[in-house]
């Protein structure tokens, strides 16, 4: 088989950038190690700032969200028993973050490609990247028990932390970064109202727990955890007395319990690699970059390295020009590290942390009271929520 670029991984950067490409004329073929079952069960984040929501747009995916999706113009911080709204819109002038879960956003661009009729191989298994140092790329892969091979021009290696794409490039050519947090978040997802109508994020000496929302019948929420437990020892009952303890008391007086749908402990990590393009071969996406989830960037960073990167490769083949694709990596880096700041700080802010003692606690409180009671560190942190410009 031919294609003019090979996407592997069905996850919002693969499918978003499959819907850039089809836009420009250009073709592609995405291939995914699982189903769309598997790949729709993940929940993750869903707040999404207005670059992303303008992408999805453009590609004609926006309707759906646009009906179903809530707008918020700030957040609230929990602490030291009392609630204090970041009023987003206020602050930067306009801007404000739209409340739509990741899990949607993937299914709307999934739908959106299969009503298009365009390449999508799910189940490919072993997937190999080959020659992408040269100018004639190949991907093999095995669906079925035959192996199968893509010629093609590019390879937008799209397929998140864990996927092939970044393993396959030889460790002396890429830089990385990290940290790992030393403790979790246990989310539960739940078809109960939402605490608040805006997001709350608490700071509380038993550790952090935010209330967030899919739909005003429908919540997410999360509380700190410790990296040793597991998702079978939390009761819906214990999570959700943990969470009415982390809560300042009207939050905890309003919070309604039911049923947990879904329930689950991810790790925190911050971590980037370095550079995001080899050759032929671009990353994009959780296959570059992960942020902790406090702040909710990595669906957002992810949504504009695909943009950058499908500018690039509709400059190279419509007006032949190799300008994009050689400052791609440049580009996405940029965005990445200061939303890499943003995430790291506001985790840093937001949770308790084993080795800090007494002495980071109040340290945590003398910058939560300087940021609710300044406006200039209020605006920094709204201007940072909403997203920082392209
Ligand atoms: N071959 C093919 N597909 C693969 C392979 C492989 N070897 N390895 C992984 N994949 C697939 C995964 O099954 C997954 O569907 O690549 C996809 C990657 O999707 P995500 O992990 O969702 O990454 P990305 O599309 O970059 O989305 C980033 O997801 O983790 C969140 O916070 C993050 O919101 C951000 C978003
Ligand atoms: C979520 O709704 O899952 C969510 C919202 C905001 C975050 C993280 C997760 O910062």
């Not at 930067?92 to 298009?116: F, I, N, S």
């Not at 092939?164 to 739940?190: D, H, K, M």
């Not at 996405?332 to 606690?361: N, V």
Request: hydrophobic share 40%; proline share 4%.
């Amino acid at each position: 088989m031919k294609t003019q670029v090979a996407i592997i991984g069905a996850g919002p950067s693969g499918l978003l950038l499959g819907a850039l490409l089809a836009k420009a004329g250009i073709d592609a073929v995405i291939l995914e190690a699982k189903s769309p079952d598997y790949v729709l069960g993940r929940i993750r984040a869903g707040v999404l700032e207005q670059v992303c929501v303008d992408l999805l747009d453009s590609v004609g995916v926006g309707a759906r969200m646009h009906r179903e999706g809530l707008v918020h113009g700030g957040f609230e911080l929990a602490f030291g028993g009392a609630r204090h709204r970041i009023d987003m819109k206020g602050l930067t002038g306009g801007k404000q973050v739209m409340v739509y879960g990741q899990t949607e956003v993937t299914r709307d661009l999934m739908d959106d490609r299969a009503a298009k009729g365009l390449a999508t191989i799910y189940e490919a298994a072993n997937v190999s990247l080959h020659d992408f140092d040269g100018t004639k790329p190949r991907v093999r892969y095995q669906k079925d028990g035959a192996t199968h091979e893509i010629e093609c021009d590019f390879i937008a290696g799209c397929d998140g932390y864990h996927g092939v794409s970044r393993a396959s490039v030889p460790p002396s050519a890429i830089q990385t970064f990290e940290r790992v947090y030393p403790f979790g978040w246990l989310g539960v997802l739940s078809d109960t109202p939402p605490v608040s109508h805006e997001l709350i994020y608490s700071n509380h000496e038993r550790g952090f727990a935010l209330c967030s929302m899919r739909s005003p019948t429908r919540s997410r929420h999360y509380v700190q955890c410790s990296l040793d437990d597991k998702v079978e020892q939390w009761s819906d009952d214990a999570f959700w007395d943990e969470l009415r303890r982390r809560l300042d008391p009207e939050a905890a007086e309003s919070l309604v319990t039911g049923p947990s749908i879904e329930k689950s402990i991810a790790p925190l990590r911050s971590f980037v690699a370095e550079p995001m393009r080899f050759g032929r071969l671009f990353l994009a996406g959780d296959a570059a970059h992960i942020v902790p989830p406090t702040g909710a960037k990595g669906l957002n960073l992810a949504a504009t390295d695909v943009g950058y990167l499908g500018a690039a490769l509709a400059e190279y083949y419509n007006v032949r020009s190799s300008a994009g694709i050689d400052s791609y990596s440049q580009r996405c880096l940029r965005r990445i590290w200061r939303a890499e700041r943003f995430s790291w700080w506001f985790t840093s802010l937001m949770h308790k942390f084993p080795d800090t003692g007494a002495f980071g606690q109040k340290m945590q409180a003398a910058e939560l009271d300087y940021l609710v009671n300044s406006v200039a560190a209020s605006t920094t942190m709204a201007e940072n929520y909403v997203g920082l410009p392209l």
